[in-house]
T-cell receptor, first 111, second 112 residues
C-alpha cells in the first residue's frame, strides 16, 4: 500500500483556487490516485480519480506529473461549502484495493 | 443518496452490552468496508469483505466481528461495549473493479 503525505490543514478564501498536493513516492505501476471529500458527520464522497497527466470533472481537476510521485487536487473558486477534509488514496483498481484513509487535509474556506 | 443503507442511524446503549450494525450495499457491489470514526478523529479502517469473504482486516478489536451474507449485506457486531467505542461507524461499498466507493450515512453509537 503506497504511503501518502498531505498537509494537515489549509486555509483559503471564497472565490480562490485551492491546490492540495499529495506525495506518494512509492506508488506502484498499477496504482491509481483517488481523492475523497468528507464533511463533518458524513461519510466520505468520491471526488476524482486518475492515473496520469490531468483529469477534470465538474467538481475538480487532478494533476499528476510524469513520475507520478505526487498529485495535486485543484478546486476552482472555492466556496464556504467546500470546507471539509480531503483525502488522497493510492491503490490498484481491482478487488485487492484496500480503502484505507490517512489523516487527510482539513480545508477551511473563509468568507 | 449513495445507495448504501445503514441501520440504525442512532444507537444508545450501556457499557457491557452488544449491538449489531447493519449495512446494505449498493445493488451489485461486491465489496463492503467498515470504518470507525471517533469525534474529530480520522477514519479507522476495520474490515473489508468481498463477495462474502473477508478480504482485509484493519485495527479491529477482538470484541468486534463482522460478516457479509450471501445477499451481500453485512453486519458489524460490537460486544462488551466500552465508553471508548462511542463513535460513528461507516459502511462503504464498491464494485468488483473499484473505481469509486460509496459510503452510507453512518450509525452513531453512543455507549453510556
Amino acid at each position: 500500500l503506497a504511503k501518502t503525505t498531505q498537509p494537515i490543514s489549509m486555509d483559503s478564501y471564497e472565490g480562490q483556487e485551492v491546490n492540495i498536493t499529495c506525495s506518494h513516492n512509492n506508488i506502484a505501476t498499477n496504482d491509481y490516485i483517488t481523492w475523497y471529500q468528507q464533511f463533518p458527520s458524513q461519510g466520505p464522497r468520491f471526488i476524482i480519480q486518475g492515473y496520469k497527466t490531468k483529469v477534470t470533472n465538474e467538481v475538480a481537476s487532478l494533476f499528476i506529473p510524469a513520475d507520478r510521485k505526487s498529485s495535486t487536487l485543484s478546486l476552482p473558486r472555492v466556496s464556504l461549502s467546500d470546507t471539509a477534509v480531503y483525502y488522497c488514496l493510492v491503490g490498484p483498481m481491482d478487488s485487492s484495493y484496500k480503502l484505507i484513509f490517512g489523516s487527510g487535509t482539513r480545508l477551511l474556506v473563509r468568507p | 443518496d449513495s445507495g448504501v443503507t445503514q441501520t440504525p442511524k442512532h444507537l444508545i446503549t450501556a457499557t457491557g452490552q452488544r449491538v449489531t450494525l447493519r449495512c446494505s450495499p449498493r445493488s451489485g457491489d461486491l465489496s463492503v468496508y467498515w470504518y470507525q470514526q471517533s469525534l474529530d478523529q480520522g477514519l479507522q479502517f476495520l474490515i473489508q469483505y468481498y463477495n462474502g469473504e473477508e478480504r482485509a482486516k484493519g485495527n479491529i478489536l477482538e470484541r468486534f466481528s463482522a460478516q457479509q451474507f450471501p445477499d451481500l449485506h453485512s453486519e458489524l457486531n460490537l460486544s462488551s461495549l466500552e465508553l471508548g467505542d462511542s463513535a460513528l461507524y461507516f459502511c462503504a461499498s464498491s464494485g468488483q473493479v473499484n473505481t469509486e466507493a460509496f459510503f452510507g450515512q453512518g450509525t452513531r453509537l453512543t455507549v453510556v
